[in-house]
């Protein structure tokens, strides 16, 4: 018998209670509504009730509009990196800088229009459970799930992560897509690399930026090969440090430059060879480096690069990222490969590699 759908006011007091409480002390509260929902939408593999009450909350929050939104739900949830254990004022005052008002204006406004927001999307998730993408619970939370496809005469098993791309846990490299003069772009934005730079940037208690280390190593990394001020060439790769994210076991991010900026517009082109060309380049400072760490790297993780401001379909980025990383698993690497992805539109793509991704990365977007 299926669990009954909870209504919207008793989700929503709930998730009042989990904005006090944090995730890391759902464990013996009395959360029915969320419990329902996530009988409905989470595997019973997700472990504790508090365990799937939280993947129920990102799989939610990953579905809400990115940007502002969304991040104002991450840290008002206690969802956002290094904010699980948090307390609630330092979490709403985090959440309130998102809109730039007020903690007093974020609290009785924005903050009840973010909790509603999720409440709708896990009565949507709820109400059509078999729609929605089987979460299981990640290391740190987040929901990912294995894909197992043949490279080389071989099967591999590939991770697929279905959430934010700052919210990873335990991978040793991240792969962040950047343009060709590695500009990073504002941390308040809402892209793959924005977020990395917030996410791995040191915060005070209020938000405030203390240090900015990747935006720094990357500048550093610049000067040192020559190339400050002026392109590189597409599918050039810079590797840095990860900041706070190393807090979360993610030790490096590599900087993918696959975006050609289109002059006298804020726009970019992205060619399925240069993310293939760049994944390759990935992978082969992966193996550069991975003995100078202690424990050395051994899992490398790839948002669909080139399908954001790029224009990329995501089908013709991940054909182009595969090419490259399936072309390496053939050779015998034995690299722990992971995807993240935001939709279960893409996470379904990448379900499909084991059928065989087709010709998609022989097309060229329109326009």
Not at 24 to 48: K, M
Not at 198 to 220: C, F, I, K
Request: hydrophobic share 45%; charged share 25%.
């Amino acid at each position: 018998m299926a669990a009954p759908v909870p209504d919207p006011a008793s989700l929503v007091s709930e998730l009042k209670e989990v904005r006090r409480a944090g995730p890391v002390r759902l464990r013996g509260r009395a959360l029915p509504a969320l419990e329902s929902a996530a009988d409905a939408v989470v595997p019973s593999t997700a472990g504790t009730t508090g365990a799937a009450v939280e993947s129920l909350l990102r799989l939610a929050v990953s579905q809400l509009d990115a940007g502002t939104l969304r991040t104002a739900a991450e840290y008002t949830l206690g969802l956002a990196p290094g904010t699980r254990d948090r307390p609630a004022s330092e979490r709403r005052a985090r959440a309130a800088e998102v809109y730039r008002v007020s903690v007093e204006r974020f609290r009785k406004d924005h903050e009840v229009v973010v909790l509603e927001q999720v409440a709708e999307h896990i009565l949507r998730l709820a109400a059509a459970p078999a729609a929605a993408p089987a979460p299981t619970a990640g290391p740190g939370g987040g929901t990912h799930r294995t894909v197992r496809c043949p490279a080389g005469g071989r099967q591999v098993e590939l991770t697929l992560h279905v959430h934010p791309v700052d919210l990873l846990r335990e991978v040793d490299v991240v792969v962040s897509p950047s343009n060709l003069h590695f500009a990073l772009p504002e941390p308040y934005k809402s892209s793959v690399a924005a977020s990395l730079r917030r996410a791995s940037a040191r915060h005070g208690v209020t938000g405030d930026v203390l240090a900015d280390p990747v935006q720094d190593e990357l500048r550093a990394w610049a000067a040192e090969h020559g190339v400050a001020g002026r392109a590189v060439r597409p599918g050039t790769v810079a590797a840095t440090g990860s900041g706070a994210l190393v807090e979360q076991g993610v030790r490096r991010i590599y900087h993918a430059a696959v975006a050609v900026p289109r002059a006298g517009t804020n726009d970019y082109d992205v060619l399925p060879t240069d993310v293939t060309r760049a994944a390759a380049r990935a992978l082969a400072v992966l193996a550069e480096e991975h003995r100078r760490f202690d424990p050395p790297l051994r899992s490398i993780c790839f948002p669909l690069l080139g399908s954001g401001r790029g224009g990329l379909p995501h089908e013709v980025s991940l054909a182009a990222v595969w090419a490259a990383v399936e072309a390496e698993l053939a050779r015998g690497a034995q690299w722990e490969v992971h995807f993240v992805v935001r939709t279960p539109e893409a996470a379904a793509l990448v379900e499909r590699i084991p059928a065989g991704l087709g010709p998609a990365h022989d097309r060229r977007p329109a326009g």
